[in-house]
């Protein structure tokens, strides 16, 4: 069965440092997504995107956020200058279509420690 | 404030009795549902959703129902096995003018199986 697959699974870095979270969406799905969970909260929305832009993002999708696809099977996310409350879990996902009703698949997420 | 929320954050049952878990809306312009699973260490899981202009939906062992004049949405688990202990989110799509939809997510029941 076709999933998202995310690298790394936990990444370490210093506060201030850049970090690139990478996803693989699912291959014939054309609408991608970021959220984050910081621990023990609730899935939070960040940004979705779809031929190669962004097509809606939250309050939290700062300046400091960006996302890419820079190819045609890798999606990701960067943070350019990392916080401490950028530590949390991040989680891709992608949809066949960006409309309601069609199922998110989410991938396993990547922890992000700043220290 | 957020617009999805659940009752209660833990729920615990013995194995195999039907559970029952609830979650609170207050954005009337949402019109889809979506329930998920999460595992310790993984990402949200897919189990099953409804539209707004049905009030009851059946998967395997999993029906939602709908209330939308309450704004209630609960997710009923049938013969609860081991494999059904996680955190369950309901999150709902909002509204919008077309493009990839983000998700809203609730702050997530505990479901614990007793064995």
């Known amino acids: 069965e076709p999933e998202v697959t995310q690298t790394p699974s936990h990444q370490v870095t210093q506060m201030g440092q850049e970090v690139i979270l990478r996803c693989v969406p699912i291959s014939n799905h054309l609408y991608f997504y970021w959220y984050r969970q910081i621990l023990g909260q609730k899935v939070e929305f960040l940004v979705s995107?779809?031929?190669?832009?962004?097509?809606?993002k939250s309050e939290i999708f700062d300046d400091q956020f960006s996302v890419e696809r820079p190819d045609g099977s890798n999606f990701t996310l960067k943070i350019r200058s990392t916080k401490l409350e950028d530590s949390a879990m991040y989680f891709c996902?992608?949809?066949?279509?960006?409309?309601?009703?069609?199922?998110?698949?989410f991938g396993p997420g990547t922890r992000l420690t700043v220290l | 404030g957020e617009s999805v929320g659940l009752h209660l954050p833990t729920l615990s049952v013995q194995e195999g009795d039907n559970s029952i878990i609830n979650c609170a809306y207050s954005?009337?312009?949402?019109?889809?549902f979506i329930w998920y699973k999460q595992e310790s260490g993984k990402g949200p899981q897919f189990i099953i959703d409804?539209?707004?202009?049905?009030d009851k939906r059946q998967g395997q062992r999993v029906t939602v129902l709908l209330n939308k004049t309450v704004k209630h949405l609960s997710l009923q688990i049938a013969a609860t096995q081991p494999g059904d202990s996680a955190v369950y989110f309901c999150?709902?799509?909002?509204?919008?003018?077309?493009?990839?939809?983000?998700?809203?997510f609730g702050k997530g029941t505990h479901l614990i199986i007793q064995p």
């Open positions: 995107f779809y031929n190669n832009e962004i097509s809606e």
């Open positions: 409804i539209r707004s202009n049905m």
């Open positions: 996902a992608s949809s066949a279509q960006g409309s309601r009703g069609d199922t998110q698949y």
């Open positions: 954005n009337s312009a949402s019109d889809y």
């Open positions: 999150a709902e799509n909002l509204r919008s003018g077309g493009g990839a939809d983000g998700l809203t």
